[in-house]
């Protein structure tokens, strides 16, 4: 009997630069006036090759170049990296990889260069159709460089997604589903729509201390989930997570791959992994990255072992996002619980599968605080 095949493996890879900080974002990105692109690069790769020195045996299934901005990337540093990544791997069949963008018509030029490189999916943050909604949110593109850059990418890759952002202070439902409908008029395969946050230490945060934003009523913004999840159906694009509409089949793999729990190694600033039975954390300052690149040849800043019933958490909490849900019964679960739940509509069991129901999904950080033990 032939030994079963290795997992593949997915790969992040972070660039933490932006041209601007926007309001809302938390996320592990920074402003420098310059930045020296070919020693990034070869930190990058120096980054990469410790991973793949402890991944070996694997091919990847996914790549995913997140931040930041990564469309600020040289095109020739992303093809470093995808052939560096190709050389230490090897990719499965039909490899998805993903570039985050944004759609300023300097990074939009840039766009047949980056296919030409290797990216075969971009998702694109346009996160507003709306001129007075981009610049509440601080973006630095309006609504027809947006367009603009939309069609740009449907013309050059094979796969095109693109973020939007609802549920701000005073959106209506008739906005929001215009909104909607022009987005998912254009036909694209895939989808993220996120509701607005406010996340601790951002600039909107520091707006709603002080009674100078107000965000949506809870109540609001659950009725425009609701909307959402009914529009992005009728047109074929269901969720298959919380925030993520699909066609079948256009669903990331390489989100789907966190979901699942599956293994994957992060490189570049404050990039996470899991592999091995370990926790990878990356250090999230760029200066501190690459001090620790050049001291140590790699930016880890931690390793953690996860214990079997940490992993059986995290696999929980992951896959509960999902529509398809994970396989029913699994330990872990208070099934008095999930019994109560399931009755009030909130969790469905059936085909041997336990899933969050939409209505679920609206308050699924209280069932996960519910079930899981």
């Given at each position: 009997?032939?030994?079963?095949?290795?997992?593949?493996?997915?790969?992040?890879?972070?660039?933490?630069?932006?041209?601007?900080?926007?309001?809302?974002?938390?996320?592990?990105?920074h402003?420098?006036?310059?930045?020296?692109?070919?020693?990034?690069?070869?930190?990058?790769?120096?980054?990469?090759?410790?991973e793949?020195?402890?991944?070996?045996?694997?091919?990847?299934?996914?790549?995913?170049?997140?931040?930041?901005?990564?469309?600020?990337?040289?095109?020739?540093?992303?093809?470093?990296?995808?052939?560096?990544?190709?050389?230490?791997?090897?990719?499965?069949?039909?490899?998805?990889?993903?570039l985050?963008?944004?759609?300023s018509?300097?990074?939009?030029?840039?766009?047949?260069?980056?296919?030409?490189?290797?990216?075969?999916?971009?998702?694109?943050?346009?996160?507003?159709?709306?001129?007075?909604?981009?610049?509440?949110?601080?973006?630095?593109?309006d609504?027809?460089?947006?367009?603009?850059?939309?069609?740009?990418?449907?013309?050059?890759?094979?796969?095109?997604s693109?973020?939007?952002i609802?549920?701000?202070?005073?959106?209506?439902?008739?906005?929001?589903?215009?909104?909607?409908?022009?987005?998912?008029?254009?036909?694209?395969?895939?989808?993220?729509l996120?509701?607005?946050?406010?996340?601790?230490?951002?600039?909107?945060?520091?707006?709603?201390?002080?009674?100078?934003?107000?965000?949506?009523?809870?109540?609001?913004?659950?009725?425009?989930?609701?909307?959402?999840?009914?529009?992005?159906?009728?047109?074929?694009?269901?969720?298959?997570?919380?925030?993520?509409?699909?066609?079948?089949?256009?669903?990331?793999?390489?989100?789907?791959?966190?979901?699942?729990?599956?293994?994957?190694?992060g490189i570049?600033?404050?990039?996470?992994?899991?592999?091995?039975?370990?926790?990878?954390?990356?250090?999230?300052?760029?200066?501190?990255?690459?001090a620790?690149?050049?001291?140590?040849?790699?930016?880890?800043?931690?390793?953690?072992?996860?214990?079997?019933?940490?992993?059986?958490?995290?696999?929980?909490?992951?896959?509960?996002?999902?529509?398809?849900?994970?396989?029913?019964?699994?330990?872990?679960?208070?099934?008095?619980?999930?019994?109560?739940?399931?009755a009030?509509?909130?969790?469905?069991?059936?085909?041997?599968?336990?899933?969050?129901?939409?209505?679920?999904?609206?308050?699924?950080?209280a069932?996960?605080?519910?079930?899981?033990?």
């Amino acid at each position: 009997m032939n030994a079963p095949e290795t997992p593949a493996l997915a790969l992040y890879i972070h660039w933490p630069f932006c041209v601007s900080k926007c309001p809302y974002c938390d996320f592990n990105s920074h402003v420098r006036e310059s930045v020296d692109q070919a020693r990034w690069r070869d930190a990058l790769l120096a980054d990469l090759a410790y991973e793949a020195r402890r991944t070996p045996g694997r091919r990847l299934a996914s790549i995913f170049f997140g931040g930041g901005t990564p469309s600020l990337m040289p095109p020739a540093t992303v093809a470093a990296l995808i052939a560096a990544a190709e050389a230490h791997w090897g990719f499965a069949p039909e490899i998805e990889i993903t570039l985050e963008a944004n759609p300023s018509s300097v990074e939009a030029a840039r766009f047949a260069d980056l296919a030409a490189a290797g990216v075969n999916r971009v998702s694109l943050g346009l996160q507003s159709l709306d001129d007075s909604a981009l610049r509440f949110l601080g973006r630095a593109h309006d609504a027809e460089e947006g367009r603009a850059a939309l069609a740009t990418a449907r013309s050059v890759f094979d796969r095109v997604s693109f973020d939007l952002i609802y549920a701000l202070p005073g959106q209506s439902e008739a906005g929001w589903a215009n909104e909607l409908r022009q987005a998912l008029s254009w036909a694209t395969h895939h989808l993220s729509l996120y509701q607005l946050t406010i996340e601790p230490g951002t600039r909107f945060a520091a707006l709603a201390a002080r009674g100078a934003l107000v965000p949506a009523d809870p109540d609001a913004s659950a009725a425009l989930y609701e909307l959402t999840q009914d529009l992005t159906a009728s047109a074929g694009l269901p969720a298959y997570e919380i925030s993520n509409h699909a066609r079948p089949g256009e669903e990331s793999r390489h989100n789907l791959a966190y979901w699942r729990y599956q293994p994957y190694a992060g490189i570049g600033p404050g990039a996470h992994g899991r592999r091995g039975g370990l926790a990878t954390q990356r250090h999230k300052k760029p200066e501190n990255w690459l001090a620790a690149v050049a001291r140590n040849g790699h930016g880890i800043a931690g390793e953690t072992a996860i214990s079997p019933e940490e992993a059986r958490t995290e696999a929980l909490l992951m896959g509960l996002r999902l529509a398809e849900g994970i396989a029913d019964a699994p330990d872990g679960l208070d099934m008095a619980a999930v019994e109560r739940l399931a009755a009030q509509g909130l969790l469905a069991r059936e085909g041997g599968r336990l899933r969050t129901t939409p209505r679920g999904m609206l308050v699924l950080d209280a069932i996960l605080t519910e079930i899981v033990t």
